[in-house]
Every structure is written in structure tokens, then in C-alpha cells.
């Protein structure tokens, strides 16, 4: 475990610099001299850091990047979104879970389910919803561009997991844009499970729409308006301190 500690101390310290020679390593992360170069020859054989021919300094190499491939913008993203779900549990008790896009389903990506007192499912990360009929979903299209909402309804029909036509959907999406714009949030009653509602908000990207940010409850313990009104402001301020975060830290996706 000290020389794994050890290594990727060495890694970083590589990648703040750019390029540096043992001594300098050994300096910046206060390994000793001879467990540096031991480290170096190390990653090296791995294939992870190379010698530079021009002045025999150690850089890094494309696969130190191919470690990051699996980590996605969304997954990066999700480890923000995560933190600020956690801290919105302490105003709102109710489940929240957050949702992106993928192949015509909104996918739970992060979930308060397993804290939440209210909750009648506990293993939600990783489940689809409808992209029509939750509130999730009802919020992405709501708040995406013309360009990209119509993006995600093609797929969703390629992928058959809406129904109707483009006509059909035409006409549906104007009544959702007019109600969501009236009300200032997208909502549903029943969408995945009969006993539950829900309302919702996009989070909203540099670009375009990342996903969305639901409220979910009992349908038998308040209307929607009434969740609205008790919980939209906090799940409101939730939204903008990620979209803020989220764009300090650079992340667009």
C-alpha cells in the first residue's frame, strides 16, 4: 500500500509538472532518492512515464490517460451533484434522485433512496425511467434547446421507448413546454410507480441540458402543487449551487 501511495504521489507531482528528473520528484513529494528512482523505473517498465530523449527528464505517457478514460464528464459531474443531494436531504426528507439521458431513458445516476425515511426502493443508481411519463424526464426536454430536445425524441423513437409519432410528440412536448413554463418546474403523478409523484428541474450545462434533479413522494401525502410549494425553493437553491460548482470546476459536459 506505501509503495501504491507512493507511486501515484509521484504521478501527480509528474502531471503538475510536465516534466521533471528524479531529484526534482524526489524534492516535490518527499519520497527519498533512491525509492524515487526505483518508483520511476517502476512505471516506467508499466509504460506510464517515459525518459525524454531531448534531456533525459521523465514525462508522462498517453497511458496514464487512458486510467481516465472510464471516468466520464457525467460521472464527475454526478460526484458533485452527489454532495449537494446529501446536504438538500436535511430540508427535504423525500427521496431526490439525479437523472441524465441515455439511448431514449433517463438513468438514475445519483439517489438519495437509501437515506431518505420515505423511500419504498433502496437500489436505484443505475435504473431507467420513461422519458415522457417522470417528471425526470419531462424536465430534461423542458429545458434542452429546440436542437437537442429534438435529438433525444429521435433517439427515444429509434430506441422505441416512447410511443406515437413525430406528430403526435409535436403536439405533446407544446403542452409540457406551456405547462413547464407556467409552472416553473415539470412534474407527474404516477409515472413509475402509481403510489408515487414527483417534480423536477433540469441542471443546466455551459452547453446544453446535463439532466435533472427530482422530489419525489407519496401521492396519497400532498398534491403536486403542495410539494411545489414546500419544496421547490430548496431543491431551486440545490440546482444553482451545482450549476455554479459545476462551472467553476470546468465541467461542461
Sequence with gaps: MRALERGLSLLAALNAAGRADPSGLAHKTGIDRTTTYRLLATLESLGYVTKSPSDGQYVLTPAVRDLSEGLTETDRAARVVCEELFDLLGQVTWPTDFATFDSGWMVIRETTHRLSPYSVHRAMVGRRRALLDTAMGRAVLAGASE???????????LHGTIPGDRAMLADRMATLQADFADRGYAWAVGGADPRISAIALPLQGATHVLGSINVLFFTTAMTVETAAERYLPSLSAT??????????????V
Aim: without cysteine; proline residues 0%.
Design 147 to 157: 436542437s437537442r430536445r429534438q435529438e433525444m425524441l429521435e433517439i427515444a423513437l
Design 239 to 252: 440546482v444553482a449551487r451545482i450549476e455554479e460548482r459545476l462551472r467553476v470546476q470546468g465541467l461542461t
